[in-house]
């Protein structure tokens, strides 16, 4: 077996500490610069990422961990065959297995490949959609199922605009990507030739996927228009699917799934599908097919031979992302488990890593923020009295997710083999498919999470009015058991403050508090918050990080609310804190504990990132880049001033939006 050996090396263990500071810039200039830019300045973006900040640090420290707990696994082998330990040791000893993916080639992918080359019309081929939207290959469209956004108990089908290979429609319509798109047309032809086609039908094949996907990108909806929760709600019949939607034959997709019956799916974008749906009726046959072969190629590229794995990376990971060298394999085999049986993998980190100590500690927390949140929303100036009430039943009837789920998937129906790596990437989706589909028209399980539990991330679940903060995350530089309130208040206290704030944001108010899609607001106050929200999407997008690069203030507006709402919320749950512990409230390092807050704040955003991937996130991420996130946030809590100014600037305040 060709494996990868440990070496021994592992990365510092990340931190919040003053010698990540630059003192010697105005903390009212440049507070960013300030608080993080000597951690800026000694951590370029390491050659194998695109961007590197203290969430990927925190992560790399995490894949250190996780790699010791599949490194056991698989020395132990087949003795624990049926266990998660089983799974995870060959998961990753299929990824390590080099030699064998060397001698597959292509093979993992011929059975797909010999399907679309025997079609011989557009409706056979439409008819592998379900065959390989379960394998993983996502053409067309994007399906799943989860909770109804209105009737929140119960799990509805999804049918989601898609289908491109490139980040982003712009990537496809814009003049600032045309480098990239005169890059992306040989990169698929470069493919289809390791797949043994010859160089003339490669590139006939690269110009037909180029074709349909700029079609498709040209009917698909903006990024920023695809927020609103109510406009991207379209309910149709199960039994109107054919009349409207014949060419994709969706009753049929969702029979060959295993969807069970139901009275309506719901289709989010319907124009674009719609769209889509009448393209088919003037499609070339010979073009579809190219495209059905590249989405197959471009699925699998990760998993297979080095030839294709090196030119994939190539393409996607040094030309459009700007990263100069491929990850360790060992790191890419961690991501990979952790994303297709990553319940597995958490339920082992979590026994070995997270205390309940720690859980405890991080529901102290929550409490402190939930405190000063229903405060904050009792106490609302510009809000009328029925709504406050209702905002105030939303906020108690949010359930704190800490660590780790309650119950753990059964993942007992899966063959994980530690010889066959696609196979095993091929299988899980299969069986996450199977999972999405049997469950449509059920009870909706609010015990699950949506992500894994050494995920270093958090997120605000609005159909199960939920904030979920997994392990990963309950570390430094965010939280330590052994630092200052301060610190923990201005790293996890803010975050946790972000969380609870995207419930009541322009996307989450427009849930209630069972989840539903539901305006529970009165037309008055809802007129009072887009006025206060316009504000905030006009200073975000005056800011241009990059020359002919704006932020784009309506896709980060829930993101920016959030963050603004984090720290203000956090920074009051500290000083409460304090003021019940006031021997707590001393000077460390010369510095305050208002001031440890907001440098603390400063540091979880820290970043260093290349400027491909800063242009790829300006226009498809919903967050504004991390100098942003702090500059604007910290400039919108009037005690940023008092904490750091001198007498003359302390009143000095650029409150945006008095939301909280």
Same mark, same amino acid.
């Given at each position: 077996?060709?494996?990868?050996?440990?070496?021994?090396?592992?990365?510092?263990?990340?931190?919040?500490?003053?010698?990540?500071?630059?003192?010697?810039?105005?903390?009212?200039?440049?507070?960013?610069?300030?608080?993080?830019?000597?951690?800026?300045?000694?951590?370029?973006?390491?050659?194998?990422?695109?961007?590197?900040?203290?969430?990927?640090?925190?992560?790399?420290?995490?894949?250190?961990?996780?790699?010791?707990?599949?490194?056991?696994?698989?020395?132990?082998?087949?003795?624990?065959?049926?266990?998660?330990?089983?799974?995870?040791?060959?998961?990753?000893?299929?990824?390590?297995?080099?030699?064998?993916?060397?001698?597959?080639?292509?093979?993992?992918?011929?059975?797909?490949?010999?399907?679309?080359?025997?079609?011989?019309?557009?409706?056979?081929?439409?008819?592998?959609?379900? +065959?390989?939207?379960?394998?993983?290959?996502?053409?067309?469209?994007?399906?799943?199922?989860?909770?109804?956004?209105?009737?929140?108990?119960?799990?509805?089908?999804?049918?989601?605009?898609?289908?491109?290979?490139?980040?982003?429609?712009?990537?496809?319509?814009?003049?600032?990507?045309?480098?990239?798109?005169?890059?992306?047309?040989?990169?698929?032809?470069?493919?289809?030739?390791?797949?043994?086609?010859?160089?003339?039908?490669?590139?006939?094949?690269?110009?037909?996927?180029?074709?349909?996907?700029?079609?498709?990108?040209?009917?698909?909806?903006?990024?920023?228009?695809?927020?609103?929760?109510?406009?991207?709600?379209?309910?149709?019949?199960?039994?109107?699917?054919?009349?409207?939607?014949?060419?994709?034959?969706?009753?049929?997709?969702?029979?060959?799934?295993?969807?069970?019956?139901?009275?309506?799916?719901?289709?989010?974008?319907?124009?674009?599908?719609?769209?889509?749906?009448?393209?088919?009726?003037?499609?070339?046959?010979?073009?579809?097919?190219?495209?059905?072969?590249?989405?197959?190629?471009?699925?699998?590229?990760?998993?297979?031979?080095?030839?294709?794995?090196?030119?994939?990376?190539?393409?996607?990971?040094?030309?459009?992302?700007?990263?100069?060298?491929?990850?360790?394999?060992?790191?890419?085999?961690?991501?990979?488990?952790?994303?297709?049986?990553?319940?597995?993998?958490?339920?082992?980190?979590?026994?070995?890593?997270?205390?309940?100590?720690?859980?405890?500690?991080?529901?102290?927390?929550?409490?402190?923020?939930?405190?000063?949140?229903?405060?904050?929303?009792?106490?609302?100036?510009?809000?009328?009295?029925?709504?406050?009430?209702?905002?105030?039943?939303?906020?108690?009837?949010?359930?704190?997710?800490?660590?780790?789920?309650?119950?753990?998937?059964?993942?007992?129906?899966?063959?994980?083999?530690?010889?066959?790596?696609?196979?095993?990437?091929?299988?899980?989706?299969?069986?996450?498919?199977?999972?999405?589909?049997?469950?449509?028209?059920?009870?909706?399980?609010?015990?699950?999470?949506?992500?894994?539990?050494?995920?270093?991330?958090?997120?605000?679940?609005?159909?199960?009015?939920?904030?979920?903060?997994?392990?990963?995350?309950? +570390?430094?530089?965010?939280?330590?058991?052994?630092?200052?309130?301060?610190?923990?208040?201005?790293?996890?206290?803010?975050?946790?403050?972000?969380?609870?704030?995207?419930?009541?944001?322009?996307?989450?108010?427009?849930?209630?508090?069972?989840?539903?899609?539901?305006?529970?607001?009165?037309?008055?106050?809802?007129?009072?918050?887009?006025?206060?929200?316009?504000?905030?999407?006009?200073?975000?997008?005056? +800011?241009?990080?990059?020359?002919?690069?704006?932020?784009?203030?309506?896709?980060?507006?829930?993101?920016?609310?959030?963050?603004?709402?984090?720290?203000?919320?956090?920074?009051?749950?500290? +000083?409460?804190?304090?003021?019940?512990?006031?021997?707590?409230?001393?000077?460390?390092?010369?510095?305050?504990?208002?001031?440890?807050?907001?440098?603390?704040?400063?540091?979880?955003?820290?970043?260093?990132?290349?400027?491909?991937?800063?242009?790829?996130?300006?226009?498809?991420?919903?967050?504004?880049?991390?100098?942003?996130?702090?500059?604007?946030?910290?400039?919108?809590?009037?005690?940023?001033?008092?904490?750091?100014?001198?007498?003359?600037?302390?009143?000095?305040?650029?409150?945006?939006?008095?939301?909280?």
């Amino acid at each position: 077996m060709d494996v990868e050996e440990h070496t021994g090396k592992e990365n510092a263990a990340p931190a919040f500490s003053i010698e990540y500071m630059m003192p010697s810039v105005s903390p009212i200039e440049d507070f960013y610069t300030y608080a993080a830019g000597g951690w800026i300045r000694t951590h370029p973006v390491p050659p194998d990422k695109a961007s590197y900040n203290a969430f990927e640090e925190l992560t790399d420290w995490n894949l250190n961990l996780l790699r010791k707990i599949a490194e056991r696994c698989r020395r132990k082998g087949a003795a624990q065959q049926n266990s998660y330990a089983g799974l995870v040791g060959n998961f990753y000893a299929s990824v390590m297995n080099k030699r064998r993916i060397e001698e597959l080639k292509f093979s993992p992918i011929e059975d797909m490949w010999e399907r679309v080359r025997m079609a011989s019309s557009i409706e056979e081929l439409i008819g592998l959609v379900p +065959q390989f939207h379960s394998a993983g290959v996502p053409v067309f469209f994007n399906s799943y199922s989860d909770a109804d956004q209105k009737d929140s108990m119960t799990y509805a089908f999804y049918i989601d605009q898609g289908g491109l290979t490139l980040p982003d429609r712009d990537y496809y319509l814009s003049e600032a990507f045309s480098n990239v798109r005169d890059a992306y047309v040989p990169h698929v032809a470069d493919m289809f030739m390791l797949k043994g086609v010859d160089k003339e039908a490669a590139k006939k094949h690269a110009s037909n996927v180029m074709s349909i996907e700029t079609a498709l990108a040209k009917k698909s909806r903006a990024r920023k228009d695809l927020r609103d929760p109510e406009k991207n709600y379209t309910r149709i019949d199960v039994s109107d699917l054919d009349k409207r939607y014949g060419r994709l034959a969706l009753r049929r997709y969702l029979s060959e799934l295993h969807v069970p019956e139901v009275k309506f799916i719901v289709v989010s974008q319907p124009e674009v599908i719609d769209a889509l749906n009448n393209q088919l009726d003037t499609a070339d046959v010979e073009a579809l097919r190219s495209y059905m072969y590249w989405n197959v190629l471009h699925a699998y590229a990760p998993l297979l031979h080095r030839e294709v794995d090196k030119e994939n990376f190539n393409f996607f990971g040094r030309i459009l992302m700007g990263q100069q060298k491929q990850r360790a394999r060992w790191k890419r085999a961690i991501s990979i488990i952790d994303s297709e049986i990553g319940e597995a993998l958490g339920k082992l980190y979590v026994d070995k890593y997270f205390t309940e100590d720690a859980k405890r500690k991080a529901l102290e927390l929550v409490d402190d923020i939930i405190s000063v949140v229903r405060g904050r929303l009792q106490n609302m100036a510009w809000m009328s009295d029925s709504t406050k009430k209702k905002a105030v039943e939303k906020l108690d009837k949010i359930v704190p997710k800490i660590g780790y789920p309650e119950k753990f998937r059964d993942y007992s129906s899966l063959k994980i083999s530690p010889d066959d790596f696609a196979g095993n990437a091929r299988r899980s989706a299969e069986f996450e498919s199977r999972r999405q589909a049997m469950r449509v028209g059920g009870a909706v399980d609010r015990t699950e999470w949506d992500m894994t539990p050494p995920t270093v991330n958090a997120y605000y679940a609005p159909t199960e009015n939920q904030i979920v903060f997994p392990a990963g995350i309950f +570390q430094p530089p965010f939280f330590s058991a052994g630092m200052d309130y301060a610190v923990n208040y201005g790293g996890i206290g803010a975050v946790i403050g972000h969380e609870i704030t995207h419930g009541f944001d322009d996307e989450g108010r427009k849930y209630d508090s069972d989840g539903n899609i539901n305006n529970w607001w009165t037309k008055e106050d809802e007129e009072r918050f887009k006025e206060k929200a316009d504000t905030i999407v006009k200073e975000y997008s005056k +800011q241009e990080p990059l020359p002919g690069f704006h932020i784009n203030g309506e896709l980060t507006l829930g993101e920016n609310i959030a963050d603004m709402g984090g720290i203000s919320i956090a920074f009051e749950a500290l +000083q409460r804190r304090l003021a019940k512990d006031p021997t707590a409230e001393k000077v460390i390092d010369g510095l305050t504990q208002k001031q440890r807050f907001f440098i603390a704040y400063a540091q979880a955003w820290r970043q260093s990132i290349r400027e491909e991937d800063l242009k790829r996130r300006l226009t498809t991420d919903p967050h504004s880049p991390a100098k942003y996130r702090v500059l604007i946030p910290v400039a919108n809590v009037g005690a940023f001033y008092t904490a750091f100014a001198s007498e003359g600037d302390k009143n000095r305040s650029r409150r945006l939006l008095g939301i909280w």
